[in-house]
């Protein structure tokens, strides 16, 4: 039973405001080396990280359907939080500047003295985003009632100055603040469109989809665009952050939003998210001998840069997942990149470390 037409989906995603800033398609690539390599199913690469705007990203994705509802709504300026690395916030505040927003960020800190100025942070500071430091609760994830909670307290200091800010919640993930739909997680049922359509061009099918998931959106959206156009892929998600029940239950609720604001007869069950959380690997952040040995070794072998936060523990787990037997010879899997390149050269010294026997 097809729930929607290829040509339906397609109007319907296209009915929503979209700033299309992005070269897209991103490519879909077979990884020749790595397959035989791993000496399991085929494995292809789709590579959002090269989106073609600031290092790429799958927030970018989000941010051209979250940019376009700030826009279309009159806000001046775009209000968001994330940790001192956070790809999501040096996306957001690259597109909020690209349409003349003004860019403010929440960034947590985990020592008292202010971070370096490196990676995805750098880039904040040159795209001159107005960047509020605040301690993060230690040993915990900040949670969404603390950070919005902060921000109500620095929106005035915004709105003094005649601009008016679009609060978008970390990941661009969970319909609150500003966003009443889940954007971020449309922008991902596009990317499951797009990838199928690929495919299909060169003459494929892929069964599972393997990626690195934090917020919960890109899950989330991955999972409503399999069910609708190919109900027997399954999409894994490779935790970074939390274990895996708490993260079934977000990916669920964004899930069920993004149907919702679809209009889909979908029903999609708690039971049905899959994902693994023995990757953490130390927690968020962390880098383990592990990571940095996937890390280089996919450089090498494909020429390809994982950043070390997201990419090579999601990279990590399909190795691993490959070595227990999860995949059937004749299966393919469709491994997305999801950018985070500029986080590499802030642990850059991490992961020499190591390295080192
Ligand atoms: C944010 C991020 C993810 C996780 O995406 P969510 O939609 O937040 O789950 C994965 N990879 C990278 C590089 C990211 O920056």
């Known amino acids: 039973m097809s729930l929607l037409t290829e040509k339906e989906l397609a109007a319907k995603l296209a009915s929503l405001p979209r700033l299309r ?52 709504n009159n806000y001046q300026a775009i209000f968001t ?37 490196r990676g995805n942070l750098l880039l904040d500071y040159l795209l001159d985003a107005k960047i509020y430091f605040h301690p993060a609760p230690p040993g915990k994830v900040v949670s969404r009632e603390l950070a919005l909670n ?15 800010p679009y609060v978008v919640s970390v990941g661009g993930s969970m319909p609150l603040g500003s966003m009443s739909l889940p954007l971020g997680a449309i922008s991902y049922v596009q990317a499951f469109y797009e990838t199928w359509i690929q495919a299909k061009a060169a003459g494929y099918s892929f ?40 993260f079934a239950q977000e990916v669920w609720k964004i899930a069920r939003a993004t149907t919702a604001a679809l209009d889909l007869a979908l029903d999609i069950k708690p039971e049905e998210i899959i994902v693994f959380d023995e990757y953490l690997e130390g927690g968020y952040g962390v880098i ?57 050269f802030a642990y850059g010294q991490k992961i020499l470390n190591r390295l080192k026997k």
């Open 21 to 72: 800033f992005l070269h897209l398609p991103t490519p879909l690539a077979f990884l020749a080396n790595w397959s035989q390599y791993l000496g399991g199913p085929k494995i292809y690469i789709k590579r959002d990280d090269l989106s073609g705007v600031g290092f790429g990203g799958n927030k970018s994705r989000k941010l051209e359907f979250i940019i376009a509802d700030a826009v279309q």
């Open 288 to 344: 383990s001998k592990k990571v940095a040995r996937t890390l280089r070794l996919l450089l090498q072998q494909e020429g390809i840069v994982l950043d070390p936060v997201y990419a090579a523990k999601a990279m990590l787990g399909l190795i691993d997942l490959i070595n227990q037997g999860y995949f059937k010879p004749n299966d393919s899997v469709v491994f997305f990149h999801t950018g985070g390149t500029p986080a590499l």
């Open 207 to 246: 069964t599972h989809v393997v990626h690195a998931t934090g917020s919960g959106a890109t899950q989330a959206g991955l999972l409503v665009g399999a069910k609708l156009l190919n109900p027997e892929c399954q999409i894994i998600g490779i935790s970074v952050s939390e274990e895996r029940g708490l």
């Open 150 to 164: 902060l921000i109500k307290g620095l929106v005035p200091e915004l709105e003094a100055q005649g601009l008016r």
């Open 81 to 117: 939080w994330g940790s001192v690395q956070s790809n999501w916030c040096f996306q957001t505040a690259l597109a909020a500047r690209r349409f003349g927003l003004k860019p403010a960020l929440l960034l947590f800190i985990q020592d008292k003295k202010l971070p370096a100025a």
